[in-house]
């Protein structure tokens, strides 16, 4: 395997198989050549950056779709395509491409794909983990054509690291 390959102990792998945190902790870091695994940010050469005009957030997606569907025009006669199918999305009869929706595209508040994903996520990461993945993918997250919304899982750790670095430094201080 090539996590072996790389210095990763296989038998230790298979006993900790089910465990996020090894996961993230052990292949993220020994695989971290591995493309599945690496930021988007190292994937793209630098010099395509400026070029990426759209990137969508899952937070915003109704108003970024809209947005983005507004730019796109057909060349025929210049309708825009919300104006042509977002603005009211599809019908309901997913075979009938011809029928036109009730509502903008992707604006319905379907209960039924709520999935509660950060309850989920706090089933998995811990403050530590929360953190290690801050700082393995911070070149995503700090890359200023994402855009993307500050989550915290845990904000009061934040808050008590924070603190804790602010005392650190006032007892250094002459």
């Known amino acids: 395997s090539a996590y072996a390959q790389l210095g990763g102990d296989l038998e230790v792998c298979r006993e900790n ?5 090894f996961f993230l902790y052990n292949i993220t870091t020994t695989l971290h050549d591995n493309v599945h695994w690496r930021s988007v ?3 793209v050469d630098e010099k395509w950056w400026p070029y990426m005009n759209y990137v969508a957030n899952m937070e915003d997606l109704s108003e ?3 947005h983005f569907l507004k730019e796109i025009k ?3 006669d210049g309708v825009s395509a919300w104006d042509r199918i977002g603005s009211t999305g599809w019908g309901d009869n997913e075979r009938d491409c011809g029928a036109l929706g009730t509502s903008a595209f992707l604006a319905k508040k379907d209960s039924r794909h709520k999935t509660n994903a950060r309850d989920h996520m706090l089933s998995y990461y ?3 983990l929360e953190r290690f993945v801050e700082q ?3 070149d995503d997250y700090n890359n200023p054509y994402y855009q993307f919304s500050d989550m915290k899982l845990f904000p009061e750790e934040e808050e008590k690291s924070a603190s ?4 650190l430094l006032k007892s ?3």
């Open 126 to 128: 811990t403050p530590e």
């Open 172 to 174: 250094n201080l002459p």
């Open 136 to 138: 393995h993918y911070a």
């Open 74 to 76: 057909s060349i025929k």
């Open 41 to 43: 940010y190292s994937r």
């Open 17 to 21: 198989h089910n465990e996020f945190s």
């Open 64 to 66: 970024d779709a809209e």
């Open 164 to 167: 804790r670095a602010q005392e």
